[in-house]
């Protein structure tokens, strides 16, 4: 597939088609694809060794857990200014920039002596999220804003690839060589994004976009408007159930089930091959069904799937593979709801689309921390898996809730006019 718009923006020449490894066009879509999963590697590579690590520094896993959801928090206040930098420089440099700074502390985290400077350098490694947003933001620049869902959905379908092997590859390599393995598989990936990158993405931003200080003021104008908020909540609670997932799933695998890393790290890609087909469904049928249509059906799927979870459970039903088994279901659903959601954000004031993009995407990632905290805060041998099954059920409950608001919202302005 070839990423390309027959229009550029109003008032330019029309874009170039893209050819792979020529950077005077825009990026492949393996390119974006690969900017994106980076990102979802770092975030998924290491979990089958989270429990090992906590042993190996001599800290709590709680302590430990907070390379999750604190890699969360700072990842959610990059995206504050990430989209207006690459506004303002240009999308190519700035994902150069990150790339680099993601491979040295990376190179940092597989040096740490101890869990403060470990922490410190994963911190850093946050940078690597403009891969992600910088990827979406590429789409809206080349493709009409009627196809972005659509466009959307095909990229993180591919994307979706990366978390269901990598905790597989994570796995391996820490029974094969320790948990240092996996950083440095993230290293040398990094590096092999990073050249990429530089061969082959093409800069795309019109010049037209807003600076930090203009995306700021138009804040207020976003955070009053019903819409924005139902669609932002709706994906911070669909996303959140699966940060939750991953911040007690180590905890839940090889604590409670007493699996392995490897064996950790396959049930880790069960969620991972439900999203997978959720994006495929939404890159082919958001146009036709409407996005408010497909991010409520994902939401229930999820909740069908964290519900039958958390019966099967108090009925005494505690086994590994059904419990992962069924994060499938969350995993469809979030493939329906996510690019839905997102679409529907950027779309509430189309001229503020770059706002809309960061500030929604701190609401996600921030509400995806402090649920991931709470999982690694609550869970015990005592409680078993429990917690987690709650909170990603009620989660799953509310992003519904908050679709269906949208959808009232419209239906109460459509009558109105």
Not at 47 to 52: I, K
Not at 281 to 290: E, K, N, P
Not at 363 to 386: C, N
């Amino acid at each position: 597939m070839t990423l390309a718009s027959p229009l550029g923006p109003a008032g330019t020449p029309p874009r170039p088609a893209s050819r792979f490894l020529d950077p005077a066009t825009p990026p492949h879509i393996a390119t974006l694809i690969l900017l994106a999963g980076i990102s979802a590697l770092n975030m998924s590579i290491f979990l089958p060794s989270l429990q090992g690590m906590a042993d190996h520094f001599g800290a709590d896993y709680a302590v430990m857990q907070f390379a999750v959801s604190g890699y969360l928090a700072a990842t959610a206040l990059l995206q504050l200014v990430i989209g207006p930098l690459s506004d303002q420089f240009g999308r190519r440099p700035v994902v150069l920039g990150a790339l680099a700074i993601f491979v040295l502390a990376t190179i940092g985290c597989l040096l740490a002596p101890n869990t403060g400077t470990f922490l410190a350098f994963r911190f850093l490694q946050s940078a690597v999220v403009a891969g992600m947003v910088l990827s979406r933001a590429v789409v809206r620049d080349i493709v009409p804003a009627a196809e972005s869902a659509s466009m959307i959905g095909y990229v993180t379908m591919g994307m979706s690839l990366v978390p269901m092997v990598g905790p597989m590859i994570g796995g391996a390599l820490d029974q094969l060589a320790g948990w240092r393995a996996s950083f440095t598989f993230l290293a040398l990936a990094g590096a092999g994004v990073l050249l990429l990158a530089w061969r082959d993405q093409g800069e795309t931003a019109t010049g037209m976009g807003r600076g930090l200080v203009a995306q700021i003021r138009a804040y207020p104008r976003l955070l009053t408007s019903q819409r924005f908020w139902g669609y932002s909540l709706c994906a911070a609670m669909g996303s959140g159930a699966f940060f939750a997932l991953l911040g007690g799933a180590s905890f839940v695998a090889q604590g409670v089930f007493g699996l392995s890393p490897l064996a950790t790290g396959i049930a880790l890609g069960a969620p991972a091959v439900g999203y997978m087909a959720g994006n495929g469904i939404s890159g082919r049928y958001a146009v036709r069904a409407g996005i408010d249509r497909l991010a409520l059906i994902g939401a229930a799927v999820s909740s069908f799937g964290m519900g039958l979870s958390l019966v099967l459970s108090l009925a005494g039903v505690d086994s590994a593979w059904v419990f992962f088994g069924l994060c499938t279901f969350l995993g469809l659903g979030n493939g329906l709801l996510m690019p839905n959601a997102i679409a529907g954000s950027l779309s509430v004031v189309p001229e503020l689309a770059g706002s809309a993009s960061g500030l929604g995407g701190t609401i996600m990632i921030g509400g995806g921390a402090v649920l991931s905290a709470l999982a690694g805060t609550w869970l015990t041998e005592e409680t078993g898996i429990l917690p987690l099954q709650v909170i990603m059920l009620v989660t799953s409950l509310l992003a519904g809730v908050a679709i269906l608001w949208v959808m009232a919202r419209a239906r109460a302005v459509a009558a109105r006019g």
